[in-house]
């Protein structure tokens, strides 16, 4: 048989008040025809479903065990009719948010926690790009906002503002082969045991593009596809790691030294597509939890007492 929610609805209501009067006023039913769905329950069912007395009614063994039922069904209902409206909920595309590697590990993901919450009806796609595929994405209208580094991007024709420090660094266990040292050049960290990304990241690789045919030959001990788990590898000892000063959290011991080289310098910068809708509120609601997720990153001290941060 074939049942009616609002039966079922009406069946909960006057199983939980003990009446069919009571279930019919919370129906916003009158009496009458609050008892002829009842009549029409029963004669479906086939079974007595409530016991009739002087002070109101309870369920037969039979209209318990539809009761139970009915709550599932009504909560099953409650979440499918939720899972589709949510899709009603934003009438406009997602924004379309791009960065490189460093950017994803901690700058990205705070500022979306921030920018999701202030506006649930806005949805963000995002997606890990490298800073040349980010600059044409963006001058082709398809995306609204990248994370960029500076000495990649150029003279590319797109808004761009600077957004934070993103210079590389080498790090290693507190107090361990890089204790005293000061700021050191590649060639002498690569003298060193290492533990790195994975030859396909895209730090790594625009690592050894900087360095060119030239490169010191490097020991890697392990390589991984994390930032994080890399920073802790370095920080137990197993290796010097290269990493983004925006990989590190400050409060982490390790010892922490500036790279001479001057590849090592770069800077983020916040661009911005031209999609007709790149200046639309949503937007600019998103580039501006950007800029303060990039202002809101501790700055940290190395063991020379100076300050190292965005």
Known sequence: MRYDLDDLRLFLHIVTEGSITAGAHRMHLSLPSASARVRSLEHHAGVALLIRGRRGVRPTPAGATLARHARDVLDQTARLES?????????TAPLILLGGGSAMHRLVPRALISFLRAHPDTDVTVSESRTPQTVRTLADGEADLGIVLDNEAGDCGLHMEPLGDDSLVVIGQAGGILSGRTALTYSEVAEHPLVGLDADSSLRRWIEKRLGPHAPVVRYRTTVADLNVLVSLAAAGAGLAVVPRRAIDPHQPLDVH???DPWARRHHLLAWGVKDRAASAATAALAEHLRQA??????FRNPHGDAVGP
């Open 294 to 299: 990039a202002l809101s990153e501790p700055s």
């Open 258 to 260: 500036e790279l001479q």
């Open 83 to 91: 899972a589709v409206a949510s899709y009603t909920r934003s009438p």
